[in-house]
């Protein structure tokens, strides 16, 4: 059974004083040990459910950097469409670059996580790694096309025209 990533299971690794006094960026790292399972993606600005996926693409948590108390960075342990394959860096939206990690960027960082962008990728599975549906009926506000990895207006825009019609 899988269990909701929560904000508390965090291990915080922060550098050592003597460590800061030669790096004048206090950095601290956040390393979130759990699965998460990606439940959607977005292709061609439609959004699917994935029904199943193979778990070679499962998420085994993330590390957080964070310099002078600002996220820095996103790695992730294990396979993600918007990752880079080589590092595994996640690629951030806007709004989540720069800013206090706390339990609101924690929750939205695993919601980031759970979505393949297919419009904006590094890889993608394999047909036989995974089934999904179309959710035609979907209706998407600007908020939750944001945070299925749009980045522009007019992004946003094209998108909510396609799904009116």
């Not at 006094?21 to 061609?44: A, D, E, F, H, S």
């Not at 393949?116 to 590094?122: A, E, P, Q």
């Not at 599975?125 to 600007?142: A, C, F, G, M, Q």
Request: charged share 25%; aromatic share 12%.
């Amino acid at each position: 059974m899988l269990h909701k990533p929560t904000y508390d299971n965090c291990i915080i690794i922060s550098t050592t004083e003597e460590e800061s006094k030669r790096c004048p960026v206090v950095q601290k790292t956040y390393v979130y040990l759990g699965r998460i399972v990606p439940r959607y993606m977005v292709k061609y600005g439609r959004v699917y459910k994935i029904c199943y996926l193979n778990p070679m693409w499962f998420i085994n948590g993330f590390i957080v950097y964070v310099e002078n108390d600002k996220v820095h960075g996103v790695s992730v342990l294990g396979r993600h469409t918007n990752a880079d394959p080589d590092t595994n860096i996640f690629c951030l939206r806007d709004d989540m670059k720069n800013v206090t990690f706390n339990l609101e960027y924690f929750y939205n960082l695993v919601e980031a996580l759970e979505i393949f962008s297919l419009d904006s990728c590094h890889c993608q599975p394999n047909k036989e790694d995974v089934i999904y549906k179309e959710l035609p009926s979907l209706r998407l506000t600007s908020e939750t096309l944001r945070r299925l990895g749009c980045k522009t207006k007019a992004w946003i825009q094209h998108l909510k025209k396609s799904f009116k019609k």
